[in-house]
């Protein structure tokens, strides 16, 4: 539910219109026809105006109190009936001509892109993520997240040893230009993914996290923003996507419901959504530009996570990183390049509240630079200065505590819920993935009690478990079914195929003298998807239709008067 205004805020916005001067509208129309968007600068009297504006105009930073900030067209009028003094500023994606962002020896050939010192063109952007996949096709696959407004791809890379095989190890996303006129990560991540795979089996860190984890790389979450001015160049590009809606404004906020800004959920928004629900992220980073600072959850509220302590322990190793690799006063806004995002400023509807509140996914908002395009020329710099900070940040999904959660009968996974007693909070529980039953709690120094629970099955408590920072826990889960015990037949005796399945079940009956059968289909959470009685005279094949169960794990549970056969099964599609 959004606040109300206060009388105390009223008053306030009563003397802000008092001491409003006028603006150039000429130039703020002008704009607004450019470019769908307008960047400018106003300063206020008292935090509490900040919580309010939030839900009427882009945020973008606050220095004292000044406030930076961006808005549509339907923003900027809402914003301007409440006097402000308002100062029109130039737009960012606009301060550099082409000659600052192009190279000539930035070219794409069959052996990939020559330097990192140039923005690519849209289709040199499509053609080096394929060329990526393609040329390393053991470490790197290539997955399309889905389409934008303008119709333009979302692409990521996966790389990881064996990257066709969905393994038990943490998975980890970097994102990047969410608002298209923030390039820095842009660029970096293309150079990441290139640092990744060419250095592979030579560095050992990188050996390491590539034979680890499974690393996910989308490097412009907003081409049609990036690429407003045309596919050819960055030039004019724009924070908002193309129907003029900031997309880190878009998704469901834990305090502010689904829609907090106003908007229906943007392609890319639901894109990403999907992305973050079949892919089941440990960790996952979003970048931005216009400042220097790594802003870790939540923007949203002021109560802090459950994880604070390990959250600023983690953003003081990728900032004091970056001092030690960057130049004299790089990275260095608010509190020496770390901050907790309400004390900066207040955003509802990010995606990085989104990720940790309803996907239990460690992620943090990184400003990589004080410009929002860099110059071409400082690109690989700008690389070398972060990429210690990036390789880091990667590795603290090996850290904390992690392993595989089993049924203790038939070995097979188990999708279950981790919980920190006396600890976690604001959905800060995380969950096993499968098909493989992994789990990856990353958590701070401490000892701490477990308890892992699983719909159908007895819930296990695991106490003093010693975590130490830099250093990862393996500890493996087996918990056991309330169906478990005299009443449990023999498992080999209910032969189910094909698994995974598609479109048909084939269950084969135990041979028995039993004639009634009670046949049950529970999903994960152990809701019940099928049921039926069964009356058979020996053998029987039972066919049970599928196509219309979502992609998943399910439970088969079969009963008569002497007891329980179960199994688990795969359906796909």
């Not at 509490?48 to 900027?76: C, H, P, Q, W």
């Not at 999708?415 to 604001?426: F, G, P």
């Not at 041979?511 to 053998?539: F, P, R």
Request: proline share 4%; with cysteine.
């Amino acid at each position: 539910m959004k606040k109300l205004l206060t009388l105390a805020l009223l008053v306030l916005l009563t003397n802000v219109a008092a001491r409003a001067q006028a603006f150039d509208r000429k130039k703020a129309d002008s704009l607004l026809i450019t470019n769908g968007e307008i960047y400018f600068s106003f300063r206020f009297f008292d935090r509490k105006e900040l919580d309010f504006l939030t839900n009427i105009i882009s945020l973008d930073k606050v220095r004292g109190d000044e406030v930076f900030a961006f808005a549509n067209r339907k923003e900027f009028d809402k914003f301007c009936k409440l006097g402000y003094d308002i100062k029109i500023l130039t737009p960012p994606g606009s301060l550099l001509g082409n000659k600052d962002l192009m190279k000539p020896e930035g070219i794409i050939n069959s052996n990939g892109p020559a330097a990192w010192n140039f923005y690519p063109t849209y289709q040199q952007y499509l053609d080096t993520m394929h060329y990526f996949s393609t040329a390393y096709p053991s470490l790197c696959k290539l997955d399309t997240i889905g389409t934008t407004t303008a119709g333009r791809l979302l692409l990521a890379v996966r790389i990881s040893r064996n990257v066709n095989i969905d393994a038990a190890k943490p998975r980890f996303l970097y994102t990047s230009s969410i608002h298209g006129n923030e390039t820095t990560g842009y660029v970096g991540m293309l150079h990441l993914i290139e640092y990744l795979l060419t250095n592979y089996g030579t560095i050992p860190q990188v050996t390491r996290l590539v034979d680890s984890v499974e690393i996910f790389i989308n490097p412009l979450a907003n081409p049609d923003g990036t690429y407003h001015g045309g596919n050819n160049t960055v030039n004019g590009s724009t924070r908002y996507n193309a129907n003029g809606v900031d997309l880190n404004r878009n998704y469901p906020d834990p305090g502010y419901g689904p829609h907090p800004d106003g908007n229906s959920w943007q392609p890319e928004t639901i894109a990403f959504m999907n992305y973050a629900d079949s892919r089941g992220f440990t960790m996952s980073a979003n970048f931005h530009g216009g400042n220097e600072v790594f802003n870790y959850p939540w923007d949203t509220w002021s109560r802090l996570t459950a994880d604070n302590n390990w959250w600023y322990y983690v953003g003081r190793e990728f900032a004091d990183t970056i001092h030690k690799y960057g130049p004299s006063g790089y990275f260095t806004d608010e509190q020496n390049g770390v901050t907790d995002g309400y004390a900066w400023y207040y955003v509802h509807g990010g995606r990085q509240d989104y990720m940790n509140y309803f996907h239990g996914c460690r992620e943090v908002t990184v400003e990589l630079s004080s410009a929002f395009v860099l110059p071409a020329s400082e690109l690989v710099s700008y690389f070398n200065y972060d990429y210690h900070s990036y390789l880091n940040y990667i590795e603290q999904t090996l850290y904390g505590i992690h392993g595989i959660v089993t049924d203790t009968a038939t070995g097979l996974p188990l999708y279950a819920k981790l919980t920190v007693l006396n600890h976690d909070m604001d959905s800060s529980i995380v969950y096993s993935r499968m098909p493989t039953g992994f789990y990856d709690r990353v958590i701070d120094q401490g000892t701490w009690s477990l308890m892992f629970s699983c719909p159908g099955y007895h819930t296990k408590t695991i106490n003093s478990v010693t975590v130490t920072r830099l250093h990862g826990i393996h500890l493996d889960v087996q918990l056991k079914s309330i169906y478990y015990g005299t009443g449990d037949m023999n498992q080999g005796e209910l032969t189910i195929y094909p698994v995974p399945a598609s479109r048909e079940i084939h269950l084969v009956f135990p041979e028995t003298e039993s004639k009634k059968w009670k046949l049950d289909v529970l999903n994960i959470l152990g809701v019940s998807m099928y049921s039926a009685e069964i009356v058979n005279s020996g053998q029987l094949v039972y066919n049970l239709d599928v196509t219309s169960y979502a992609a998943g794990m399910y439970f088969i549970r079969l009963s008569n008067e002497n007891g329980i056969y179960r199994k688990q099964v795969v359906v796909r599609h």
